[in-house]
């Protein structure tokens, strides 16, 4: 299966997805990690960890252009995906041959119904629309709306699955075999926002994102504390 490479820029930056998002609880977790801290070279941080621990703002997908948002969504595709049918996400490129086996193998297995798998309505839908702003130069975009037209989608498709991104990819087999249905669940998504269909995605209304790499310490003390659903810190 091929890693979607569209809109990660070359730039250092984090985010992390939340179902809700408590200030409180944030610094709590911080606090909390930064207690057991042993190392000495992580002591001189602390300061700075409990600053950002405080300033940290968690905001709807739609309070962020669609250029974050899709470069976000390109992130974490896999690793949803991985989520939606119980395979364990891949560490380091010796487990990525298990995960792509073991990925296909329950994507090929999965029972896709238009009317029940709306999530799956969702990624068809902002896999598209990542292909669509991406040929169209529109991916830099600092626009925060733009809703989802069945046009848009019914031209953009023979392309898309024709497409390198596509082409070869687990993904292309299953939205083949399922086009019809995947068209026909799209529509419950018309002249809805993107970042709404994203935060239908994600499960998940909040987003943080930042334009530096956040210190690990942060994700290790959101993680712990169950407090994000997906975190990721992308070294440019």
């Avoid at 130069?137 to 596509?166: F, G, H, P, R």
């Avoid at 998940?204 to 959101?222: G, K, N, R, V, W």
Wanted: proline residues 1%.
């Amino acid at each position: 299966m091929k890693i979607r490479t569209d809109f990660v820029t070359n730039s250092s930056s984090s985010s992390f997805i939340f179902k809700e998002f408590n200030s409180e609880k944030i610094k709590q977790a911080v606090e909390h990690r930064l207690a057991l801290s042993s190392e000495e070279c992580e002591k001189p941080w602390h300061p700075y960890l409990r600053e950002l621990a405080s300033s940290m703002a968690g905001r709807r997908f739609r309070e962020y252009p669609l250029r974050d948002l899709m470069e976000v969504y390109s992130w974490y595709c896999n690793e949803v995906i991985s989520k939606w049918l119980g395979v364990k996400m891949w560490k380091g490129w010796d487990d990525y041959d298990r995960w792509d086996a073991e990925l296909e193998q329950a994507l090929s297995e999965k029972v896709y119904l238009s009317n029940s798998d709306e999530k799956w309505n969702a990624l068809f839908i902002l896999d598209l629309y990542e292909d669509y702003l991406y040929k169209a130069d529109l991916w830099n975009t600092d626009e925060k709306s733009m809703e989802v037209s069945s046009e848009i989608l019914n031209a953009q498709i023979k392309d898309y699955l024709q497409s390198w991104e596509c082409e070869g990819s687990i993904l292309q087999v299953f939205y083949m075999n399922n086009l019809e249905e995947l068209l026909k669940g799209a529509k419950r998504f018309e002249g809805k926002e993107l970042a709404n269909v994203m935060e239908y995605f994600f499960g998940a209304q909040y987003l943080y994102f930042d334009e530096t790499e956040t210190h690990y310490l942060i994700s290790e003390a959101l993680e712990e504390a169950g407090l994000c659903l997906y975190s990721c810190c992308h070294m440019g």
